[in-house]
């Protein structure tokens, strides 16, 4: 008589009867192979775009679920026109991901492969224009830098550190009453710190660590702290949160994988990013409540090969402003 993953195995195809095989042997507390089991059905299925990685809420576990829902808000997934790299099999894919919200016209300005000494003309430029930066990013130790004139800054000041965020000169500003608006980090190390005035932010705290600070996180949400701003080095999270960042309610989406349906179920739910950050291993998406309701709740992303310069411009003629970019995992 035989058992019932043997039975279950007389009537299917041979990569079924591996991937059965494989779970069976499994040990209790062993973590599966994810990326092994999905490559015994490449041969079947073929690439999905339908067929997309979430986390349940409370686990950092990988479910597939077929079939892709549209909420209200809107989400397109696009590649630049370029040559694509070949991948070796086992190693990650990285892609530009960018967020973009609906806002009332205004003027936004984006630099991107910028180095360390081009950085300072770049800014003093769009100050001199009313511009305040609003987010950065970092590939291949180059910077990405967003400036645009609906921050509600009034003052600004940065910092080029070979430390990943550099903690005195940190606390220095905040005792001049500015706060951490958008941080970035290479693979080398070194980090961009803005802080800024004009901010709603009452308090700040921050926490770097070799993994997604979960537990830190947590805490500091039971004591009134929100995300509201992420990056990393390497390996290496940065984590900022702050009181009175006007917010209701925050979750977090840290996946292997590009998380979309656990985006599209938390923008149904009049969740909307805002933070993200990536490494080469993992993804990790903020979304929030905002207190007060946008008018335009309309967000949208794009995981781009090359920085969306093209695209962004697109975006603009629609109304549609980037909010948020970074560098890293989305594909396995």
Not at 86 to 112: C, D, E, L
Not at 219 to 241: C, D, L, S
Not at 254 to 283: K, N, V
Request: charge should be positive; hydrophobic fraction near 40%.
């Amino acid at each position: 008589m035989a058992t019932a993953p043997e039975a279950l195995c007389c009537f299917c195809p041979q990569p079924f009867k591996q991937f059965v095989e494989y779970v069976v042997n499994l040990k209790f507390d062993e973590e599966p192979n994810y990326a092994k089991c999905i490559s015994l059905f490449d041969g079947i299925v073929g690439p999905n775009p339908d067929i997309r990685p979430i986390n349940t809420d409370g686990a950092q576990k990988l479910i597939y679920q077929v079939g892709q829902k549209r909420g209200r808000l809107m989400m397109e997934e696009e590649e630049d026109d370029q040559p694509k790299k070949k991948i070796r099999v086992g190693m990650p894919a990285t892609q530009w991901i960018s967020v973009y919200n609906a806002r009332r016209p205004m003027k936004q300005r984006y630099h991107y492969n910028v180095a360390d000494m081009r950085l300072a003309q770049h800014i003093e430029k769009g100050n001199e224009d009313g511009l305040f930066i609003s987010c950065v990013a970092s590939c291949s130790n180059l910077w990405a830098l967003i400036m645009d004139a609906g921050t509600g800054f009034t003052a600004q000041v940065y910092e080029l550190s070979a430390n990943f965020l550099h903690k005195e000169w940190i606390m220095e500003q905040w005792e001049k009453n500015y706060y951490i608006s958008a941080l970035a980090g290479t693979n080398s190390g070194s980090s961009l710190v803005v802080m800024s005035k004009g901010s709603a932010y009452a308090q700040q705290s921050y926490k770097v660590s070799e993994s997604f600070p979960f537990k830190w996180i947590n805490k500091k949400w039971r004591e009134g702290f929100y995300i509201t701003a992420m990056a990393t080095a390497g390996n290496r999270w940065a984590v900022v949160m702050s009181r009175n960042a006007g917010f209701s309610e925050q979750v977090v989406e840290l996946d292997f994988l590009y998380p979309s349906e656990g985006i599209h179920r938390r923008w149904d739910r009049g969740f909307r990013i805002t933070a993200t950050a990536a490494t080469w291993d993992q993804a990790a998406f903020v979304l929030s409540v905002p207190r007060r309701k946008p008018m335009d709740e309309t967000q949208e992303t794009l995981r781009t090969s090359a920085f969306p310069s093209q695209h962004v411009k697109e975006k603009w003629a629609k109304n549609l402003y980037i909010a948020s970019v970074c560098y890293g995992r989305t594909v396995s």
